[in-house]
């Protein structure tokens, strides 16, 4: 009997080939259409130079008076374009435009705080579409702006897309390279106006650092198409550079602009802050022009080494170079020292090409051009078809000198301005014209080119001018039609094919199902061997998601390196093969073989997902990502009904496919919980579909056939297509809640019908008849579709609160399926698929909301997460196996995943102080967070009564921009003091303190409240112990259910100098001197005569990396550069550099270890150097485990403690999990729990440095006041 059932089946398979011939010649088909997409092989490099805040600040544009040999040169070598313009006087509006091709209107993005992939996360930039076509793409120093992240921190002008490679060299931050005579101009009001003549060469500058890095990926990548980015920072504000730059400039006449007596009055919208450099006097003029000349000769030296270096390599013959700004900058012109103007010196900015064998290089071009143009000219001089309509048009032409004849060109500059919104310019070969307000209604502006170059003299009031005024007016009104015209492109053919991609994705997603019967007939399987076939299918979803990630994680973005298009096609190509391999399948009746098709199968479908979600993005807005997925919901169904009439199970559209949209990182919490969300909804939705059909036959339930009980499917996929359906409406946030609710009901009732009359469809032996079921019998259906959208109405349209009320349904309908029988289980395991219609697209919404560039990694693991469909079949197979077939009770639940701990929220607002050598910072605290506005003054460490002045300045600032008076000052002051006193002395950065000044005595009697100073290493652990790794670990203990609490910490500081701080159960441990945690005056672990600081410090690396590489001391790079040369992303010795950290880690364990003989409790490192704790932790360890023997010869580890290192995923799950055991008590049946290995745990700061000991601050003063 059983060879006859499997001689039948496989008859039925066999009578099923043409439907694979058929679906194998469609996917080779579709392959072969994206063949058709791949890119051809380029021949000319790219080299893009952007130079930060340049005007035409050269000599090379007749500024005499500036040294920019290196840039004079280039443009004496390629076409340099005379009147080249901005879209945005702003850097972040200005990049975005440019690189993406795109005016500011068009993006939306007017700021230095709005990511364009906020607004536009699908858009190709500029050195994308290089990276695309095959060519290996870097981005060094700031290209992009991009705002902030979530922490407040610069997303280092990094685009995941874009680069395989990023770089920002430090940054530009006023705490970078500030050793050196400097001054703050003004009246100090503006932090930014301020020039430095730093100590040290280029190289200790971040845009030397930042030529090196560009000079080193050259060398490494020139045989290789490369599209090579590099933006340098100078001349950006603050002006810093090495001293040698500014004494180019010490005795240079410095020329001032003067305004004309005669000139007309300037339109209350050109600047945004008319008074702002009201205080600046000849002195702070001349002085912030040198600077600024300074900062641009400093990177023309470093633009200089980037063109050494094509000589060297020979690449000047194929690379075509670049070098411009990003937009203007005044240097006093209408009284105004910076940019955000429409005006000529606003807008107007160097832009030089270079393009290899063009007839028009060497010479100069009056023509107007935009830096938008730079997408279409590098695109159209390289072979590159746009990926989109760019605003810009190609230079080409002009380069090659073919540009005789054609229309004048015109540039348009915009900037947002209060009271009227938008201000619009235009720049003619005569005029530039500016309109405040769409209409104007807030002014214009007419200027005559080149008579007023300044543009002092305003035309448009005059009465012959009212010509060219209408004149240009409808110029600026066409360029807002073109904006306007350009977003309503239509991509409706490009979307409809990849939706076709969708739903063979979706198609081939299914086959398992309807393979899972039958195979379990053939081969007469069990219900966990049958269960093999959803294991072999949703594993290829883990391994090569897996596989992703791990290639991800070492080489950024492989797939943007490959190309998507590409991808599609590979992934099609595997799926047909796995299709074809079925045919030897079940020619050789082999159930291993038909396993091994299936993964096959699986992996095309998964790399089809990781591939063809960013198309879905791309060609349809974020909010209609859903479509392809509805649509192929809606053809699936009709397929599905199709093959049940055949008495083939129905084909079951998984939704798991959804996956390769998300991206993201396991640092964010909100993935690591959609992860598990995910892997519990997938396994418990392929269990429920592949094991309906049983339930729904099984003699407790209807006793129906198989084959009669395959026909419900339709309802439980049918209910799965309402809810989408229903659900996209319902999360429209356009309609009116009446429209919705219409339209919602109106859906629902038609599809009720149409899966009513499908499911009578009926194909016996090439007839279709229609046999529909009796009204009264399905009644409980349409009855559940209304309590569905009854839940809807109760979501209001948020993913979360839909979410909850789903899934609290979902629970009910499948505990009352395990309960119940007869027709009310079956109707509630059909139910199951209208509430789990939502789950994947809400799940995923939240899951990657916030996660911004880090999403190429995010869709490998959240189709990693699909292996749930592997393994809760395999698990309802063996518990349907011992049950004798009956039904399964399966619930799930998980952790829910720990959150940051903080202090309850005071209320009371304390000042406080970042004391430095250069600078005060001065800031206040409200609930242990910075509030209002922060000030930065000079310390003037040299002069005490100009330093009290400024300490008593800030504060008076901070206090008038607060809305309640502040209750104490704290804060932390350079050491050595007696801070009981509040008197600091030695202060070695600050020479007027080295007698002792009672600072807190003389700020407690000036504001009249009490003050506190403090040990910097003090606050420090304070804040860490308040809101940062100690809250934190605790946290993650109670989340993984352990019973354990933390209670203690010691903090290092590794800096300057080494220091330390201490907290015992919440409270700072002090001492009687205010001197506990001074572990810098420990004996050195090298040379006990030496302090533990010698060891452990910034000058120690320096000093170790110098002897180990055989350099002088003096010479050697800072620590962050060194731990770059360790890493091997920087040219250096990186064997000394390695070593330079192993002695840091010994130096700073040793003294650990001795601080752990008083101290039991957590240890976490913060300071400059802790950024580099991968470098030396596993050498700190191995110091804290060091041997020390006892005289009889036993050996045991410095400290008695299990040393885990916090900072690394392995290591945090060795700290959660349970150590302890059970011990029975004697004599009693009793047990109690030990901990028989005692744990130090160290981790590195969780709020860094300067925030944790501002918490630190604030934390100590409440305490203080509270105990009076």
């Known amino acids: 009997g059983a060879v006859m059932r499997q001689s039948f089946a496989l008859s039925r398979l066999a009578c099923d080939r043409r439907f694979i011939r058929l679906l194998v010649a469609t996917l080779l088909l579709l392959a072969g259409a994206s063949a058709a997409l791949g890119a051809p092989s380029r021949a000319l490099n790219v080299l893009l130079v952007v130079i930060d805040d340049l005007r035409p600040e050269l000599r090379t544009y007749g500024v005499e008076a500036v040294s920019t040999p290196h840039l004079d040169a280039f443009s004496q070598r390629g076409l340099q374009f005379n009147r080249a313009y901005c879209q945005y006087p702003v850097c972040n509006a200005s990049r975005s435009s440019f690189l993406t091709g795109k005016r500011p209107d068009e993006l939306g993005v007017y700021s230095n705080e709005e990511p364009f992939r906020r607004v536009h996360p699908e858009i190709v930039t500029l050195p994308q579409a290089f990276r695309n076509a095959g060519y290996y793409t870097a981005g060094l120093g700031k290209l992009f702006h991009q705002g902030l992240d979530a922490g407040g921190e610069p997303t280092l002008f990094r685009d995941a897309p874009s680069f395989e490679h990023s770089y920002r060299a430090l940054g530009r931050s006023p705490s970078i390279g500030l050793q050196g005579e400097g001054r703050l101009m003004g009246d100090g009001s503006i932090p930014w106006c301020q020039w430095v003549a730093a100590e040290g060469g280029d190289a200790a500058q971040p845009d030397g650092m930042l030529a090196a890095e560009a000079i080193r990926v050259l060398e490494e990548v020139h045989e290789r198409p490369f599209f090579l980015s590099v933006g340098f920072h100078k001349p950006h504000d603050p002006f810093i550079a090495p001293r040698e730059y500014f004494q180019a400039y010490a005795d240079t006449d410095v020329t001032l602009p003067v305004r004309p007596d005669e000139s007309t009055p300037l339109n209350r919208h050109a600047l945004p802050g008319k008074d702002a450099f009201a205080s600046f006097n000849d002195r702070d003029r001349r002085e912030f022009k040198r600077a600024y000349q300074a900062c641009v000769s400093f990177v023309d030296a470093q633009v200089g080494k980037l063109f050494n270096c094509l000589d060297r390599l020979e690449l000047w013959d194929n690379t075509i170079v670049v070098v411009m700004g990003d937009h203007g900058y005044h240097l006093g012109e209408h009284g105004w020292w910076n940019k955000v103007t429409v005006f000529e010196h606003g807008a107007r900015t160097p832009f030089v090409v270079w393009l290899p064998g063009a007839a028009a290089m060497g010479n100069d071009s009056d023509a107007i051009v935009e830096l938008l143009d730079l997408y279409p000219t590098l695109t159209d001089c390289c072979g590159l078809e746009p990926p989109h309509r760019l605003s810009g048009k190609s230079l080409r032409p002009i380069l090659e000198g073919r540009a005789e004849g054609a229309a004048p060109y015109v540039a348009y500059t915009q900037v947002v301005r209060g009271g009227v919104g938008m201000g619009y310019s235009v720049r003619t070969d005569r005029f530039r014209f500016t309109q405040w307000g769409r209409n104007g209604e807030g002014g214009v502006e007419l200027y005559e080119h080149p008579v007023d170059h300044d543009e002092y003299f305003n035309l448009a009031a005059r009465p012959s001018s009212a010509a060219h005024v209408a004149e240009l007016s409808e110029l600026l009104q066409a360029g807002n039609a073109i904006v306007a015209d350009s977003r309503r492109q239509s991509t409706a053919g490009p979307f409809a094919l990849v939706t076709l991609l969708f739903f063979f994705w979706g198609f081939i997603t ?157 640092g964010y919490p ?111 259906f349409p009855c559940l579709v209304a309590f569905c959208l009854f839940v809807f109405a109760l979501g209001r349209g948020c993913p979360a609160k839909t979410l909850i009320y789903f899934s609290g349904c979902l629970v009910a309908l499948l505990v009352t399926a395990a309960t119940a029988g007869g027709s009310v289980a079956m109707w509630a395991a059909l139910g199951a698929g209208l509430f789990n219609s939502i789950m994947w697209s809400n799940i995923f919404t939240l899951s990657i909301d916030g996660l911004n560039e880090q999403t190429p990694q995010g869709s490998s693991l959240l189709v990693m997460m699909i292996v749930g469909g592997a393994i809760f079949p395999l698990f309802m197979g063996a518990v349907a196996d011992y049950a004798g077939g009956g039904r399964v009770n399966n619930s799930s639940s998980t952790a829910a995943e720990p959150t940051r701990h903080s202090s309850a929220v005071d209320r009371r607002v304390v000042l406080t102080l970042d004391a430095g050598g250069t600078n005060f910072a001065f800031s206040a605290l409200q609930g242990g967070e910075p509030i209002g506005d922060s000030c930065v003054l000079p310390s003037c460490g040299d002069d005490l009564d100009a330093s009290l002045d400024n300490l008593v300045a800030g504060f008076d600032r901070i206090i008038s921009a607060l809305e309640v008076d502040p209750v104490a000052i704290s804060f932390a002051f350079p050491g050595p003091a007696d801070y009981l006193s509040g008197v600091v002395f030695n202060v070695g950065n600050l020479p007027a303190y080295r007698d002792g000044v009672a600072i807190g005595p003389f700020l407690q009697e000036r504001f009249g409240v009490p003050t506190f100073v403090n040990n910097d290493g003090d606050l420090f652990a304070l804040g860490e112990a308040t809101a940062g790794l100690l809250p934190w670990v605790n946290g993650r203990l109670e989340a993984a259910g352990s019973d354990r609490r933390c209670h203690n910490l010691f903090a290092v500081t590794l800096g300057t100098g080494l220091g330390g701080g201490a907290v015992l159960n919440g409270r700072l441990l002090v001492g009687d001197n205010a001197s506990a945690a001074e572990i810098w005056r420990l004996p050195n672990r090298l040379d006990a005569t030496l302090l533990a600081e010698e060891g452990a410090s910034i000058r120690a690396v320096q000093r170790a990396y110098a002897e180990a590489s055989m350099t002088s ?130 981790g590195v700061s969780r709020l860094g440095t300067n925030e944790a000991t501002a918490v630190g601050a604030y934390a100590f003063a409440i305490q203080q006041l509270d105990n009076g």
């Open 510 to 666: 299914v086959m398992n199902d309807v393979l899972l019967p039958y195979l379990k007939q053939s081969f007469v399987l069990s219900y966990l061997q049958a269960a093999l076939i959803q294991f072999a299918f949703f594993s290829a979803f883990f391994v090569v998601s897996l596989i992703y990630y791990l290639l991800s994680s070492r080489v950024a973005d492989p797939i943007q390196h490959f190309g998507y298009k590409r991808l599609i096609m590979v992934a099609l190509i595997v799926c047909a093969l796995g299709c074809a391999l079925f045919w030897p399948a079940s020619v050789t009746t082999s159930y291993p073989f038909f396993l091994g098709a299936l993964f096959l199968l699986a992996t095309g479908v998964t790399l089809l997902q990781i591939s063809a979600n960013p198309y879905a993005a791309v060609l349809g807005s974020l909010q209609s990502v859903h479509t392809p997925y509805l649509i192929y919901a809606g053809m699936f169904l009709a397929l599905a009904a199709v093959v049940s009439a055949c008495k083939l199970p129905v084909i079951i559209n998984r939704r798991e496919a959804e996956a390769a949209e998300a991206e993201g990182a396991l």
């Open 670 to 780: 909100q993935l690591r919980l959609g992860m598990a969300a995910i892997f519990l909804y997938v396994g418990a939705e392929v269990a429920i579909g592949s094991y309906l059909v049983n339930f729904i036959a099984d003699p407790a339930i209807t006793g129906w056939q198989e084959a009669d009980a395959s026909v419900y499917l339709a309802y439980y996929w049918g209910g799965a297509m309402i809810g989408r359906l229903c659900g996209a409406v319902a999360l429209n946030r356009g309609p009116s809640p009446f429209s919705k609710a219409v339209a919602m009901v109106l859906i629902a009732g038609a599809l009720v019908g149409l899966v009513y009359l499908m499911t009578g469809l009926r194909f016996d032996e090439g007839r279709l008849s229609l046999k529909l079921a009796s009204l009264e019998s399905i009644a409980p």
């Open 1113 to 1242: 001391s003096a010479d050697a790079p800072t620590p962050a550069v060194i731990a770059a040369i360790a890493k091997g992303s920087h040219p250096g010795d990186e064997r000394a550099a390695l070593s330079a950290f192993e002695s840091l880690g010994q130096a700073v364990g040793d003294a650990i270890a001795t601080a752990t003989c008083f101290f039991d409790g957590l240890v976490v490192i913060g300071g400059g150097l802790s950024g580099s704790a991968a470098l030396f932790m596993p050498s700190l360890r191995d110091a804290l485990a060091s041997p020390l023997r006892t005289r009889a010869g036993a050996s045991l580890p410095r400290v008695a403690h299990e040393v885990i290192d916090l900072s690394t995923d392995e290591g945090m799950a060795s700290f959660l999990r349970p150590s302890f055991r059970s011990v029975t008590v004697p004599r009693s049946s009793q047990t109690v729990r030990c901990h028989p290995q005692p744990r130090l745990g160290i």
